[in-house]
Protein backbone atom coordinates (compact mmCIF):
# COMPACT_ATOMS: atom_id res chain seq x y z
CA UNK A 1 0.00 0.00 0.00
CA UNK A 2 1.21 3.62 -0.73
CA UNK A 3 2.70 4.78 2.55
CA UNK A 4 2.83 8.27 4.02
CA UNK A 5 5.71 10.83 3.15
CA UNK A 6 5.11 9.71 -0.92
CA UNK A 7 3.34 11.51 -3.42
CA UNK A 8 -0.09 10.46 -4.17
CA UNK A 9 -0.66 9.55 -7.55
CA UNK A 10 -2.87 11.70 -9.80
CA UNK A 11 -5.24 9.36 -11.22
CA UNK A 12 -7.09 9.28 -13.92
CA UNK A 13 -10.67 7.89 -12.94
CA UNK A 14 -14.23 8.79 -13.80
CA UNK A 15 -17.11 10.27 -11.91
CA UNK A 16 -20.05 8.42 -11.34
CA UNK A 17 -21.71 10.73 -13.92
CA UNK A 18 -19.20 9.72 -16.34
CA UNK A 19 -16.84 12.39 -16.32
CA UNK A 20 -13.14 12.23 -16.81
CA UNK A 21 -11.61 13.09 -12.73
CA UNK A 22 -8.26 13.68 -12.24
CA UNK A 23 -7.78 12.77 -8.42
CA UNK A 24 -5.87 15.23 -6.92
CA UNK A 25 -8.00 17.81 -8.92
CA UNK A 26 -10.57 17.34 -5.73
CA UNK A 27 -7.95 18.72 -3.14
CA UNK A 28 -9.42 20.60 -0.27
CA UNK A 29 -8.00 23.73 1.00
CA UNK A 30 -5.80 21.09 3.31
CA UNK A 31 -6.04 17.76 1.78
CA UNK A 32 -8.31 15.32 1.04
CA UNK A 33 -9.58 12.38 2.49
CA UNK A 34 -9.68 8.95 -0.10
CA UNK A 35 -11.77 6.47 1.10
CA UNK A 36 -11.84 2.88 -0.85
CA UNK A 37 -14.43 0.88 -0.65
CA UNK A 38 -14.01 -3.22 -1.03
CA UNK A 39 -17.19 -3.08 -2.80
CA UNK A 40 -20.68 -1.01 -2.88
CA UNK A 41 -22.24 -3.86 -1.23
CA UNK A 42 -19.90 -4.29 1.87
CA UNK A 43 -21.66 -3.05 4.79
CA UNK A 44 -18.84 -2.18 6.93
CA UNK A 45 -17.58 0.35 4.11
CA UNK A 46 -20.90 1.34 4.00
CA UNK A 47 -20.84 2.30 7.87
CA UNK A 48 -17.09 3.94 7.20
CA UNK A 49 -19.06 6.21 4.37
CA UNK A 50 -22.06 7.30 6.77
CA UNK A 51 -18.89 8.11 9.44
CA UNK A 52 -17.50 10.19 6.28
CA UNK A 53 -20.93 11.66 5.70
CA UNK A 54 -21.43 12.32 9.57
CA UNK A 55 -18.50 14.23 9.62
CA UNK A 56 -18.56 16.39 6.20
CA UNK A 57 -19.14 19.52 7.80
CA UNK A 58 -16.72 18.99 10.39
CA UNK A 59 -14.13 17.88 7.89
CA UNK A 60 -15.22 20.71 5.00
CA UNK A 61 -14.44 23.20 7.92
CA UNK A 62 -11.04 22.46 8.31
CA UNK A 63 -10.28 22.58 4.59
CA UNK A 64 -10.58 18.47 3.89
CA UNK A 65 -12.59 17.12 0.85
CA UNK A 66 -13.84 13.52 0.29
CA UNK A 67 -13.60 11.07 -1.84
CA UNK A 68 -14.97 7.89 -2.69
CA UNK A 69 -13.83 5.47 -4.67
CA UNK A 70 -15.41 2.12 -5.78
CA UNK A 71 -14.35 -0.82 -7.73
CA UNK A 72 -18.15 -1.39 -9.28
CA UNK A 73 -18.55 0.38 -13.17
CA UNK A 74 -19.97 3.66 -13.09
CA UNK A 75 -23.53 2.66 -13.08
CA UNK A 76 -23.39 0.75 -10.13
CA UNK A 77 -21.53 3.57 -9.00
CA UNK A 78 -23.80 6.38 -9.75
CA UNK A 79 -27.04 3.70 -8.08
CA UNK A 80 -24.95 3.96 -4.60
CA UNK A 81 -24.67 6.99 -4.84
CA UNK A 82 -28.08 8.13 -5.39
CA UNK A 83 -29.71 5.47 -3.18
CA UNK A 84 -27.12 6.13 -0.16
CA UNK A 85 -27.24 9.81 -0.67
CA UNK A 86 -23.35 10.35 -0.03
CA UNK A 87 -22.83 14.14 -0.76
CA UNK A 88 -18.83 13.53 -1.93
CA UNK A 89 -17.41 12.69 -5.28
CA UNK A 90 -17.76 8.76 -6.28
CA UNK A 91 -15.29 7.70 -8.36
CA UNK A 92 -14.27 4.58 -10.05
CA UNK A 93 -11.86 2.90 -12.35
CA UNK A 94 -11.58 0.12 -14.53
CA UNK A 95 -11.13 -3.32 -13.20
CA UNK A 96 -9.96 -1.65 -9.73
CA UNK A 97 -7.56 0.11 -11.69
CA UNK A 98 -7.69 3.06 -8.39
CA UNK A 99 -7.26 0.88 -5.46
CA UNK A 100 -4.51 -0.92 -7.39
CA UNK A 101 -2.75 2.06 -8.27
CA UNK A 102 -2.31 2.91 -4.19
CA UNK A 103 -1.71 -0.41 -3.28
CA UNK A 104 -4.99 -2.28 -2.77
CA UNK A 105 -5.11 -5.19 -4.05
CA UNK A 106 -7.32 -8.17 -3.88
CA UNK A 107 -6.28 -10.46 -1.46
CA UNK A 108 -7.34 -14.57 -0.52
CA UNK A 109 -6.80 -16.31 -3.87
CA UNK A 110 -7.92 -12.99 -5.66
CA UNK A 111 -11.60 -12.46 -4.22
CA UNK A 112 -11.17 -10.08 -1.68
CA UNK A 113 -10.79 -6.52 -3.19
CA UNK A 114 -9.11 -4.70 0.10
CA UNK A 115 -10.12 -1.48 1.44
CA UNK A 116 -8.47 1.13 2.67
CA UNK A 117 -7.94 5.29 2.98
CA UNK A 118 -5.54 8.08 2.27
CA UNK A 119 -4.87 11.34 3.42
CA UNK A 120 -3.36 13.55 1.35
CA UNK A 121 -2.23 16.78 2.02
CA UNK A 122 -2.99 20.44 -0.18
CA UNK A 123 0.60 19.47 -1.60
CA UNK A 124 0.25 16.15 -2.88
CA UNK A 125 1.81 14.21 -0.13
CA UNK A 126 -0.16 11.13 1.66
CA UNK A 127 0.00 12.10 5.54
CA UNK A 128 -1.99 9.18 6.02
CA UNK A 129 -2.38 5.55 4.43
CA UNK A 130 -3.95 2.27 5.86
CA UNK A 131 -5.41 -0.54 4.21
CA UNK A 132 -6.98 -3.95 5.22
CA UNK A 133 -8.18 -6.71 3.65
CA UNK A 134 -10.89 -7.21 6.64
CA UNK A 135 -13.01 -4.28 5.92
CA UNK A 136 -13.14 -3.67 9.83
CA UNK A 137 -9.70 -2.10 9.51
CA UNK A 138 -9.82 -0.30 6.54
CA UNK A 139 -10.56 2.78 7.90
CA UNK A 140 -9.09 3.95 11.08
CA UNK A 141 -10.87 7.37 12.43
CA UNK A 142 -9.01 8.05 15.15
CA UNK A 143 -5.80 7.78 13.49
CA UNK A 144 -7.36 9.56 10.54
CA UNK A 145 -8.39 12.36 12.60
CA UNK A 146 -5.34 12.70 14.11
CA UNK A 147 -3.27 12.87 10.90
CA UNK A 148 -5.80 15.46 10.08
CA UNK A 149 -5.47 17.38 13.13
CA UNK A 150 -1.79 17.74 12.06
CA UNK A 151 -1.61 19.28 9.02
CA UNK A 152 -0.09 22.26 8.57
CA UNK A 153 -2.70 25.51 8.88
CA UNK A 154 -3.99 27.12 6.07
CA UNK A 155 -1.96 30.59 5.55
CA UNK A 156 -4.14 33.20 5.46
CA UNK A 157 -3.08 36.25 3.88
Known sequence: MI???TRMPNLE?????GEPVRLLDHLGERG???FFMRTTT???CNAHVRDLVGRA????ARGISVLIAVPEDRD?????KDRRRVPF????????MAHQAVGLTKRVFGSMQQSGTVLVDAAGLVRHAHGSTLPTAGY????????IDELAPVARV
Open 42 to 44: CPV
Open 140 to 147: DRRALLTA
Open 3 to 5: TAG
Open 32 to 34: MVA
Open 57 to 60: GELS
Open 13 to 17: LQSST
Open 76 to 80: EAAAW
Open 89 to 96: PVVTGADG
